[in-house]
């Protein structure tokens, strides 16, 4: 391997050594108000963040401004003939807190249409990209390349009272999240249609203007569209999307560098990534099967055989969640209303059924339900958006709707720079021998 990694890869397996058998000795020890296992396992569980914007429920879900999905189902507004939420509403219920009346959700459309021209140098440093390039790759430098257009770099350059930060924020946040839906549409065409490029309807909203740059007309595929943004929006502040724009923003990066940084962390496999791994998964399995519609026997013999192989079951299990989240649920009625005889779908409703005993029996698992990934690819796939390596896209498209409102907070309330302490293994092991105070007073 060479003799530096090789030296790396003898040191890094000692330490690894050393630390799980000081967190198996010593991980419930405290450390101030944490334990060693939080500060080793990725400070899961530990409260060190205020998001104003949502709160996740180990037993009832995400609540936005204390409203549940069902609630935003209900209450939202509409657009005209439809039965699913516009995603500007939840915007404006993240952002000022109350439910928006028809007007305000309309006039945040208007503003969003006005708001949406994206300057010729974002389509030609994306057409600079090969191809074949993944979409959260191209999406991200799409967004990196609008960052020419920042009000707060602008204003900050040439001398800003903090007091107005949150303005230049405010401004360009609308100004961003205004310009997505063209920028990832356009990636969405570059990449699977030749190139062949829709141009905006100024009379949609953003979601359903979104499935039409795409190339999708069915009503109803705007209609999933308007779900899909809604409840991918926002998910508390301490997951790597929303926690990571945040800690950017908190070095006063403007709203274009902090967001790009939160969707590289969506693009990860463990998070964001996760809607592409269970859809993948599915169509394994339907291959090694030969089947569109495989039964629950054969579908518990192939979860089984994949946990055999160390590999999880995408799209099952959640670090907060302790229930069926409640963003499945929603697709799933939504599947049942619009097609309640697709194979696919039908699959994805028996793996739900199959998975969570299976995973039970286990013992050793804390949430066997499904999360949202399980279940938003089947639905894409009905409507002929197959390319699944472009749902992440979606994901982030919607979730700058929840970590652009909260950066509005951050700013408007004057959150400092986030700068957690941290420690060495050397520095614990000589406080837990007493030696040294860990916490350097």
Known sequence: ???IKDRFKTKSEKTAGEIKELLKTHGNKKIGEVTLAQIYQGMR???GLVTETSLLDAQEGIRFRGYSIPDLREKLTKAPGGSEPLPEGLFLLMLLGDLPSDDDVHHLTSTWQRRSHVPNHVFATIEALPVNTHPMTQFVTA???????????KKYAAGMNKKDYWEAVFDDSMDLISRLPRVAAYIYRRKYKNGDHIQPN???DWAGNYAHMMGFEDESFKELMRLYMTIHADHEGGNVSAHTTHLVGSALSDPYLSYASGMNGLAGPLHGLANQEVIKWIFEMREKLQTESPTKEQIADYVKKTIEEGKVVPGYGHAVLRKTDPRFEAQMAFGKKHMPDDPLVNTVW?????VPPILQSMGKIKNPWPNVDAHSGALLVHYGLVEYEYYTVLFAVSRALGVLASLCWDRALNFPLERPKSVTTDLVNLWLEGKDNIWGE
């Not at 967004?143 to 770099?153: D, I």
């Not at 028996?350 to 199959?354: A, L, M, P, S, T």
Request: hydrophobic letters at 55%.
């Open 45 to 47: 569980g530990i409260t």
């Open 1 to 3: 391997m060479g003799i």
């Open 350 to 354: 028996d793996v739900y059924e199959v």
């Open 143 to 153: 967004v990196m390349a609008l960052q020419t257009e920042s009000v707060f770099a």
């Open 202 to 204: 100024g009379l949609l």
